[in-house]
């Protein structure tokens, strides 16, 4: 059997790219979902070349041999930073400007979900964070209206956050399907949002191996001189061979590392 192991979250810059490859098939690694790295943008312009450069590390990943999944979308913290340049009117405008170009590149095959998206992670003054959900409810519907993934960021989310979360989206845009990047380990109970959990010891022995509806991903940050901030980068790999050590089945490991295929593709 060909074990699938997929990493539901990584960034790589372009100078990590050999030692993300080496490390990562070395480990056992077969797939990844590649997010680009749009944290220090602040007008459209920036947000369209990090799309370009994330589509071209993924080729360099497929041509050493990973499967890649491709997420390309305007990351929500820049807000703070756009304001210093911006109004809000403005803001929101570069925002759905940045979502339209996301979807044209995913309607060209070149990408696969739109993402990092949606709120802060830490406290803000609540007018930046009522513009934000604003932002991060257009963005919902303009993936909504083309079936297009969408991969949230926001602060911690427990059961009720995540069906208050779902709710309130599909409130106002339709059925959507999402993924809570760095998820608690709530695997019931989410309201259909998708979680991806941090690859610890604890997370991945308590994953329901066999089901679909969830992923494992490390959030490995692309920098070669930190490699273990977050998780690193061989964590996914590492955890489905404790698994497998631990007696859980190879079939019920491969059918939700799978999941994948289904949801993305």
């Not at 009117?89 to 739109?114: Q, W």
Request: aromatic fraction near 10%; include cysteine; charge should be negative.
């Amino acid at each position: 059997m060909n074990l699938t192991i997929f990493d539901n979250h990584v960034h790589i810059k372009n100078e990590s790219i050999d030692f993300y490859v080496q490390g990562y098939k070395k480990s056992g690694g077969t797939a990844l979902n590649l997010i680009n790295l749009t944290e220090n943008c602040v007008n459209l312009e920036c947000f369209i070349a990090e799309y370009e450069r994330n589509i071209k590390v993924s080729r360099i990943l497929r041509e050493s041999g990973l499967d890649v999944i491709v997420t390309i979308g305007p990351y929500p913290i820049n807000i703070l930073a756009m304001h210093k340049i911006f109004n809000s009117t403005e803001i929101f405008e570069i925002y759905r400007m940045a979502t339209k170009h996301a979807i044209k590149l995913i309607s060209e095959g070149k990408a696969n979900a739109i993402g990092e998206v949606g709120r802060f992670h830490f406290e803000v003054e609540r007018t930046y964070q009522e513009e934000a959900n604003e932002i991060l409810k257009m963005i919902a519907c303009e993936a909504h209206d083309q079936n297009i993934p969408l991969i949230i960021h926001s602060e911690s989310l427990d059961d009720r956050g995540m069906c208050q979360l779902s709710n309130e989206l599909t409130k106002s845009c339709g059925s959507l399907k999402i993924v809570k990047h760095f998820s608690k380990p709530i695997y019931n109970l989410n309201c259909g949002i998708i979680p991806s959990v941090p690859a610890s010891r604890d997370n991945a022995r308590k994953a329901p191996w066999g089901k679909k509806g969830f992923f494992l991903e490390t959030d490995f940050a692309g920098d070669e001189n930190n490699p273990n901030f977050v998780l690193p980068l061989d964590s996914v790999p590492r955890r489905v061979k404790m698994l497998m050590q631990e007696g859980v089945d190879i079939d019920n490991i491969n059918s939700s590392m799978n999941y994948y295929k289904d949801f993305y593709i």
